[in-house]
């Protein structure tokens, strides 16, 4: 061979893919780029941003801004209002960052429901809101009995202790909404809540007491306890709940109800909650 025809070499596979890698790996970080920014102050108190502003904060062609937005709301990763035509975060990547924390707070919690239960010689479940539902996420006994197939069952989160615990932070508007389906008045006669106005104050007094307490309002011979467990914002995200039948734990609620809330507290801290008195006072019920 000449020289010329060494000048004319072609690349060789391993090249070309590595210069595909390397490719792929900036089209990458330009995206991350995307998400930083759709995740910034300016975007969420705005709703969104548009094309034009985005590619102004990444520095990028409009053209380009927009191809990849595309592309990421394809995969449910960024979302476009329909009515303003500015982009979001979406619901796909909302659902990923959920499972992570999900599967942190059920690390963080299961030694700590562990030790109150063999406090409490009972059943404690870590539980979570899921619409208009208490969703049980971990169950843990210290001793023989146990109350079995709770774990990934949904109940109804208006007649529960940890119902009311978890919509500690809602107001009365965002409780008609959460509970705008929900039949409040057939199945739980014993209940003491048979409409959002008495929700309502059932929450305020878990608010005001620290945890919520039911006596046989879900099911007759049934009582519990439940505390909120908040994340580094300070929202409830999860309740520590724990039920017995009424004759052994009847007479002993606010014993209960007080050492579940140093529990919750415990796992509150360890997902970075950073206690502060509040002087907000709660909306008021009209």
Known sequence: MNGSDDSTMT????????AAARSQGHGLRRDIDLLEALAGAEAQQGGGLGVVRLAQL?????SQVSRALKALAEQGVV???PDTLEYRLGWRLFSLVARTSENRLVRTAEPVLHVLSAQLEETCHLCVLRDDE???LLSVSGHDYRAHGWEGRGVPAAHTSAGRVLLMDASPDELYVRLAGSDLTSGYEQSRVHSVHEF???VQEGRERGWAEVSEEFEPGLVG???PIRDFRGRVVAAINVSARAERLGQALDRAGRRTLAAANRVSLELGWEPRPSASVPPRFT
Not at 11 to 18: N, Q, S
């Open 79 to 81: 979302e476009r209002d």
């Open 200 to 202: 309502w104050a059932r």
């Open 225 to 227: 306890v439940s505390a």
């Open 134 to 136: 208490v969703l049980t």
């Open 58 to 62: 990444v520095g990028r062609e409009k």
């Open 11 to 18: 690349v060789p596979d391993e090249g070309r893919g590595g």
